[in-house]
């Protein structure tokens, strides 16, 4: 290959890195003479393996790869076909465009894929963005429109309660019980708008660890519950909002709280640190009562709540702020025994 394509590829790997794309460049024949990082990655087979080999063993519809080759030599290029290829032993969907190439009159055929479960991750991603966003702005709408009675509610409530005196204890037993539902009035309209305007993360590079004892060291867990900490020597550094990260970590520990409480016992909420591949993983465990299988797909959904006065915004707002992160929320849950939500961001 000529260094002018060669270099081009390594242009193409820069650009399409980012996107998950993998690229490989072959002989007229279907030799294998380059394989980009994410080629490896969606192949799952390591570059040198590719190389030399035939791009058409990899391929289980040689019909339609034969013809996307047909295309391309003669029109120069095919967009776009859907085709199954062999990722080391497994059945893999890929869309994949084909380009022919003349280097130095030699005919080469580029190859650009995407894995679609990966696609469909990024739709799936999209879509949820597109609904917060809406979401959002109602959201917003209507705490706005609250928040300001509701201050004066509080105040004109909180004179009342002086006017009133000592003497009147049922009165201000009362009054006692307005404030309370008043206060839980306020975190509702506060998580409303912590979600509907969450900010583009600033994402600054470094450990968690502090995050982590400063929430636990303010954290004041219902009396059933025992916190555990079990952070790693020296977790590697990450980039990540320090502001965001501990909203999210805050609503995981309190819905790891909250769930000891429904089941009446005592129960343990650990924070761990680990890593996993090419991620640093948060775990934020507990030994509630778990969350049946047929629940988890809607867990993430803004509004889904099993609470009777919960808002289910908690895991929506989380979710959306790991992704902008570049990183993954995942549960892992038996009913009867507790869960485990791992938040896990890109080294
Ligand atoms: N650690 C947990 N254990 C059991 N169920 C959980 C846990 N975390 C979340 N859930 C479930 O997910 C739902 C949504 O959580 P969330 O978005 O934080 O909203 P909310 O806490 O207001 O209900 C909860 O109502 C609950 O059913
Ligand atoms: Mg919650």
Redesign the pocket.
Known sequence: MTASLKSKLIEVQQCLGCMHEGTVITSADGTILEATTAAERILETPSISLKGSNIRTLCRGLDVYDEMVRKAVAEKRCLNRSLVVDAAGKRKLVNMSLERVDDSGEVRLVHVFQDCADLRTMEERLLQFERLATIGRFASQIAHEVRNPLSSISLNVELLEDEIGESNAEARGLIRSVLRELDRLNDIVSEYLQFSRFPKPQLKKGQVDAIIHDLVGSWKPPAAVRVEVALMDSSPEVWFDERLLRQVLE?LT??AA?AIETEGAEGVVRIETDVIEKFLVIRVKDTGCGIPSEIQPKLFEPFFTTKAR?TGL??ATSQQIIFEHNGHLLVESQPGKGSIFSTLLPI
């Open positions: 609503n309190r819905n909250e919960g908690g895991l």
